[in-house]
């Protein structure tokens, strides 16, 4: 009964990551199921740009290395393309864990760049705001705060997006956007799932 | 005459006005009924999922509480968006799987005088409702402008085939439906190597010179097959080929030229409606040489402007022809 004493003693947090990851993922993630084969990695069209490809990440996870773990940026570079989870041996939901393990570097402030939670952030506010998303706001509080270099070379782009209509200037917004509020309010009380 | 709940999502109204409006000028050939889920809501594409799991999934589940509320019979909704489809088929599914996330999920609901019960809807991909509902042999028989000689990329992109909870497709990376579909049309399907393969998604906005790349290999391929088009299914993928098309030529120091059109809008013209219908002319990389060469004229630039219906709430989702009785 020593291992489950320990367990239950134990205050250092990064005991028990493996299972609060797991716990606050969708689904039953089967992330204590990885046998470390490589395939996610080996199947990611975005591997080259990652710190950790996915089965290192999980690695770092099951070590209890919380802090190496939530400041990777694989999970900001993941595409979410769903190559790696039809092809694990092991059916990890893993482009589900790469959700959670956004969420918690948010909540930790473990992230090293900005953009992609800015960008994130940015987009649900627009639809916490509105009930739908709106790309012309977003696209320039998102370009003026991060790509500002970059704005000449999408100007075309940008003009021929709203010339053939495919941008509106005006946001939409949802009849029922107070039950919307309300429900997502709600919903910030229960965070976790246990 | 089939009829559906249907999520168009937000693209169908911005980015993705071609697919929209090709869809509704062939849903009568197709005998479908789309009844559109009253005052829908984003469904958070992937961004959301990545904040906040509860109210991630709430507020997916709002649409999926709409629809089950306005069923009236019918129990299947579809989805035309990649991204839409997956997150409603997703919420579902995990709701399903996992009693804890369906309590939290509902409770939040409640708030809102909602409920959901898993499994009470079946959520599907417009192209799956075609293939697998309508089927090739009805599409075959309307087909009047066969799409000879012209060269087709099918691309679905990831979203559709995978993960595929419902085991709905012929496979998870090689699907055969939309060459089947095409092929029904008269158009010549290359085998595309990448057709589930990724356009990128939002890395267009985080973090460019990864979507560049995979918006190349994308490009590349389909111009190693000497396509004249590609097709997809999803808007995300149409926006990343067509209007960061010409980014990722400079980026790269290349010089592509693939038009990136909707299949409804090659359903379309086979099916004999005129091209100015079916959102022609709204693709940033133009389709017109490609479409001349079967004798097909496409405008170039996008229908004279409608005039702007002034309401506070902004401007409505566009009527669907036949809706069904979704009045409260």
């Given at each position: 009964m020593t291992t489950l004493a320990h367990k239950f003693n134990d205050t250092d947090p990064n005991v028990r990551f493996l299972e609060e990851v797991s716990e606050r993922t969708a689904g039953v993630s089967r992330l204590e199921m990885c046998i470390q084969c490589g395939t996610c990695g080996g199947s990611c069209p975005s591997a080259a740009d990652m710190d950790h490809t996915p089965r290192m990440l999980f690695a770092l996870i099951r070590a209890g290395m919380r802090e190496e773990a939530l400041s990777s940026n694989t999970p900001w570079i993941?595409?979410?393309?769903?190559h790696c989870v039809v092809r694990c041996p092991q059916d990890v939901h893993i482009a589900d864990v790469m959700y959670t393990l956004k969420s918690m570097a948010i909540q930790a402030k473990l992230y090293k760049d900005s953009t992609a939670p800015d960008f994130s952030q940015t987009f649900v506010d627009m639809v916490e705001t509105y009930g739908r998303s709106y790309e012309f706001g977003l696209a320039t509080r998102h370009y003026l705060k991060h790509f500002p270099l970059r704005m000449p070379s999408m100007a075309p782009m940008g003009l021929g997006m709203l010339t053939k209509k495919r941008m509106d200037i005006t946001p939409k917004r949802i009849e029922g956007i107070e039950q919307l509020k309300a429900i997502l309010a709600r919903a910030k009380q229960l965070e976790v799932v246990s | 005459m089939n009829k559906y709940l249907f999520y168009?999502?937000?693209?169908?109204?911005?980015?993705?006005r071609a697919y929209n409006e090709s869809l509704m000028a062939i849903l009568d050939v197709l005998e479908i009924n789309l009844a559109e889920i009253n005052d829908w809501n984003c469904c958070g594409a992937t961004e959301y999922l990545g904040i906040n799991l509860i109210p991630a999934y709430a507020l997916i589940a709002r649409n999926l509480a709409l629809a089950a509320k306005q069923s009236n019979g019918v129990h299947t909704v579809v989805a035309s968006c990649s991204a839409c489809y997956l997150n409603l088929a997703k919420a579902d599914h995990y709701m399903g799987e996992r009693e804890a996330l369906n309590i939290h999920v509902n409770d939040a609901l409640a708030a809102g005088g909602l409920s959901y019960k898993p499994g009470s809807l079946e959520i599907r991909h417009l192209l799956d409702v075609i293939i697998n509902d309508i089927g090739l042999d009805f599409v075959r028989s309307k087909v009047?402008?066969?799409?000879?000689g012209l060269r087709v990329a099918p691309y679905l992109g990831c979203m559709v085939p995978r993960p595929d909870y419902k085991k709905r497709w012929s496979d998870h990376e090689h699907p055969n439906e939309l060459d089947r579909l095409l092929k029904a049309l008269g158009a010549e399907v290359i085998d595309f190597?990448?057709?589930?393969?990724?356009?990128?998604g939002h890395m267009t906005q985080i973090s460019p010179s990864t979507a560049f790349e995979l918006i190349r290999r994308l490009l590349q391929s389909a111009d190693q097959y000497h396509a004249d088009v590609m097709v997809t299914v999803c808007p995300m993928c149409q926006m990343n080929l067509d209007a960061y098309q010409r980014e990722t030529n400079q980026y790269f120091h290349t010089n592509y030229h693939i038009p990136i059109l909707f299949f409804t809008q090659l359903m379309g013209v086979a099916f004999g409606k005129d091209p100015k219908e079916l959102?022609?002319?709204?693709?940033?990389?133009?389709?017109n040489q490609a479409m001349n060469r079967i004798g097909v004229e496409t405008p170039t630039e996008e229908p004279k402007a409608q005039p702007r219906r002034k309401k506070p709430t902004g401007l409505p989702m566009p009527a669907m022809p036949g809706e069904v009785g979704e009045e409260e």
């Amino acid at each position: 009964m020593t291992t489950l004493a320990h367990k239950f003693n134990d205050t250092d947090p990064n005991v028990r990551f493996l299972e609060e990851v797991s716990e606050r993922t969708a689904g039953v993630s089967r992330l204590e199921m990885c046998i470390q084969c490589g395939t996610c990695g080996g199947s990611c069209p975005s591997a080259a740009d990652m710190d950790h490809t996915p089965r290192m990440l999980f690695a770092l996870i099951r070590a209890g290395m919380r802090e190496e773990a939530l400041s990777s940026n694989t999970p900001w570079i993941c595409v979410s393309c769903y190559h790696c989870v039809v092809r694990c041996p092991q059916d990890v939901h893993i482009a589900d864990v790469m959700y959670t393990l956004k969420s918690m570097a948010i909540q930790a402030k473990l992230y090293k760049d900005s953009t992609a939670p800015d960008f994130s952030q940015t987009f649900v506010d627009m639809v916490e705001t509105y009930g739908r998303s709106y790309e012309f706001g977003l696209a320039t509080r998102h370009y003026l705060k991060h790509f500002p270099l970059r704005m000449p070379s999408m100007a075309p782009m940008g003009l021929g997006m709203l010339t053939k209509k495919r941008m509106d200037i005006t946001p939409k917004r949802i009849e029922g956007i107070e039950q919307l509020k309300a429900i997502l309010a709600r919903a910030k009380q229960l965070e976790v799932v246990s | 005459m089939n009829k559906y709940l249907f999520y168009p999502g937000c693209s169908m109204d911005t980015s993705a006005r071609a697919y929209n409006e090709s869809l509704m000028a062939i849903l009568d050939v197709l005998e479908i009924n789309l009844a559109e889920i009253n005052d829908w809501n984003c469904c958070g594409a992937t961004e959301y999922l990545g904040i906040n799991l509860i109210p991630a999934y709430a507020l997916i589940a709002r649409n999926l509480a709409l629809a089950a509320k306005q069923s009236n019979g019918v129990h299947t909704v579809v989805a035309s968006c990649s991204a839409c489809y997956l997150n409603l088929a997703k919420a579902d599914h995990y709701m399903g799987e996992r009693e804890a996330l369906n309590i939290h999920v509902n409770d939040a609901l409640a708030a809102g005088g909602l409920s959901y019960k898993p499994g009470s809807l079946e959520i599907r991909h417009l192209l799956d409702v075609i293939i697998n509902d309508i089927g090739l042999d009805f599409v075959r028989s309307k087909v009047v402008k066969p799409l000879k000689g012209l060269r087709v990329a099918p691309y679905l992109g990831c979203m559709v085939p995978r993960p595929d909870y419902k085991k709905r497709w012929s496979d998870h990376e090689h699907p055969n439906e939309l060459d089947r579909l095409l092929k029904a049309l008269g158009a010549e399907v290359i085998d595309f190597p990448l057709k589930t393969h990724c356009c990128g998604g939002h890395m267009t906005q985080i973090s460019p010179s990864t979507a560049f790349e995979l918006i190349r290999r994308l490009l590349q391929s389909a111009d190693q097959y000497h396509a004249d088009v590609m097709v997809t299914v999803c808007p995300m993928c149409q926006m990343n080929l067509d209007a960061y098309q010409r980014e990722t030529n400079q980026y790269f120091h290349t010089n592509y030229h693939i038009p990136i059109l909707f299949f409804t809008q090659l359903m379309g013209v086979a099916f004999g409606k005129d091209p100015k219908e079916l959102g022609f002319g709204r693709e940033l990389v133009k389709a017109n040489q490609a479409m001349n060469r079967i004798g097909v004229e496409t405008p170039t630039e996008e229908p004279k402007a409608q005039p702007r219906r002034k309401k506070p709430t902004g401007l409505p989702m566009p009527a669907m022809p036949g809706e069904v009785g979704e009045e409260e």
